[in-house]
């Protein structure tokens, strides 16, 4: 569902970008081609070209291979007259009149492809390259650039090749085995407004916590604050990546593994308060290698790859109560050399994420497992889930505890909107619902630890010739945090109370302890003039709860 109201949106600007395209309807010609322009100009070729009105420079030239030479033809029966083997790039460039700061630029890794192609690793072995099936003779472009539109790629390449001289057409139609390898598309923020998307309960944490899986799967949360050279600088580097199954929590119509990160330039703190680098980006990129999938190269698979990009930024901003669409000058934003501070009403909407349902969702499931309460078996399964790092499997359980397997087994299908339970593997279905747990697991233990102590004091009581009424006294200083033994010696000047919060009930609490205190005929003044601690840092006297009013 996307925001109300609002109809146009900033739009973000291309960052990074790597694909491989690969092209097999002339197959090896485009090789020979390159190979034939580079000896044509001694070693490389230098040209210039105008494309939607820019000018732009390209530089042929070759590289060693480890290709193994196939001899005087290939094991496709293509002959080979080349002596020696060398591979070709293509560096592609804005013209340095029309960018000034340098970065808008590709450079393309032209390599060959046949079937039976041998290569030769560092340590001098040999080995048959894999080359897919259905592909008889090829070149492979790898393309790298950055601050380029992803559409415009091929058709710049294209019209590079021609102006070095190798035909254009050699680079239309795409195989099918083309795939994109990485993609980022970014907004520039101003720093004082940055904040909210990088805070600890801001939307970058919360995805981590709140979207994957406690061990299972890949789960990456980065939250650096300091720049390389040690210097404190908030957001430095914080990012977090999600896989497929994860992104479609936030995202229901998305698909594409992605990391969102929030991040300074490397120079960022020595640069003045008007230049852009002093300020962060916010992104989205690909991840290639977060799942078994890939993407294409086609006009359709880069629409999909921009649009979910753009959602997830656009949605990230307002997740961290960020205008998206200023109305008015650059609102958030910080433009740079290759953002422009501009809505669009052709971009897509932000998604509300509702993380805050999803938070509160999670809680609840907690709540009410802890509220109806868990059998023996299925408490220690989790005091193993959260305490455990590794791989966990319900033997494992079983064999930490002294239970039978099966037993285990029964109780974790009882919890299942707890854990997550496959190929033998059991993990807590978040890091969110395992933080829950941990604390609801340590205070459980707490409490039991408490129970022994309170029990120690009070035989100790008794041994003493103390009366029931201090055993009372012991049991309500158990419930609310008092150490029993600064209370009783005279000899500190102060004595401590700890309360975890302050509430409605405080007062009565303290008045209570005040009741006990006296029928144990104990000092009141000494009970009068404490020192009432709370867990948030706050101090209060005793007193003050024991006037009347």
């Known amino acids: 569902m996307g925001v109300v109201g609002v109809t146009g949106y900033v739009e973000l600007a291309p960052h990074e970008f790597a694909a491989n395209y690969l092209f097999d309807a002339d197959g090896l010609a485009p090789f020979f ?3 034939s322009r580079v000896k044509a100009g001694g070693g490389s070729q230098r040209s210039e070209f105008r494309a939607q009105g820019e000018r732009w420079t390209v530089t042929l ?24 083997m060398r591979e070709f790039r293509l560096k592609i460039a804005r013209h340095s009149e029309e960018d000034p700061v340098g970065e808008q630029s590709f450079n393309v890794h032209m390599t ?4 039976g192609m041998k290569v030769e690793s560092n340590d001098g072995s040999v080995s048959e390259y894999s080359v897919p099936d259905g592909i008889f003779e090829a070149v492979n472009m790898k393309i790298q650039g950055s601050n380029i539109d992803f559409s415009r790629y091929l058709p710049l390449l294209q019209s590079a090749a021609s102006a070095v001289g190798i ?106 308060e008007d230049s852009p680098l002093a300020h962060p980006k916010v992104g989205a990129s690909y991840q290639v290698s977060r799942w078994d999938e890939k993407l294409g190269v086609t006009p359709d698979d880069l629409d999909r790859l921009e649009r979910e990009l753009d959602q997830t930024v656009l949605s990230v901003l307002v997740d961290a109560g960020l205008d998206p669409a200023p ?22 909407d932000p998604i509300e994420m509702d993380l805050v349902r999803i938070r509160s969702t999670q809680e609840s499931v907690v709540i009410r497992h802890l509220a109806d309460g868990l059998s023996p078996v299925q408490w220690e399964s989790l005091q193993t889930l959260v305490t455990d790092g590794g791989i966990v499997s319900p033997t ?35 890091s969110y619902v395992a933080e829950l747990v941990h604390d609801a697991v340590q205070e459980a233990e707490d409490a039991v ?32 945090g008092v150490d029993v033994d600064d209370a009783l010696n005279q000899r ?34 000494r009970y009068r003039m404490a020192q009432i601690r709370f867990s948030d840092g706050g101090l209060a006297d005793a007193w003050r709860y024991l006037n009347t009013g």
């Open 449 to 480: 630890k408490r129970a022994a102590e309170t029990g120690a004091k009070a035989i100790r009581a008794a041994e003493q010739g103390m009366g029931e009424t201090m055993s009372a006294f012991i049991a309500w200083a158990a419930r609310h």
């Open 33 to 35: 081609a390159a190979d």
């Open 167 to 272: 035909r254009y057409d050699y680079f239309e139609g795409p195989h099918e085995y083309s795939n994109i390898q990485d993609a980022e598309r970014y907004v520039r923020l101003h720093k004082d407004a940055s904040g909210p998307v990088h805070a600890r309960d801001g939307p970058i944490t919360s995805m981590a916590h709140l979207l994957e899986t406690d061990r299972q799967g890949y789960r990456k949360l980065v939250q650096n604050d300091e720049d390389e050279h040690g210097r404190n600088l908030p957001g430095c580097y914080n990012t977090v990546t999600l896989d497929p199954r994860r992104i479609r929590e936030a995202f229901p119509d998305h698909s594409l593994p992605k990391e969102v990160k929030h991040y300074y330039a490397r120079q960022a703190l020595s640069q003045p």
């Open 61 to 84: 030239y070759y590289q060693e291979s480890n290709v193994v030479h196939p001899g005087p033809r290939l094991p496709t029966g293509t002959e080979w007259r080349l002596d020696e």
């Open 112 to 115: 060959p492809r046949w079937q």
């Open 492 to 525: 500190d000047a102060r004595m401590r109370l700890r309360f975890d919060e302050r509430g409605r009930e405080t007062r009565w609490e303290i008045r209570e302890g005040f009741r006990i205190w006296k029928e144990a005929g104990l000092p009141p003044e």
């Open 327 to 348: 109305a008015h000058g650059n609102g958030p934003f910080v433009p740079d050399a290759y953002f422009d501070v501009e809505t669009t009403e052709s971009g897509p």
């Open 396 to 430: 494992d359980i079983a064999d930490e505890h002294g239970r039978h397997v099966e037993s285990v087994r029964r109780a974790l299908r009882g919890i299942d909107d707890l854990v997550v339970r496959e190929y033998a593997k059991v993990s807590v279905r978040s």
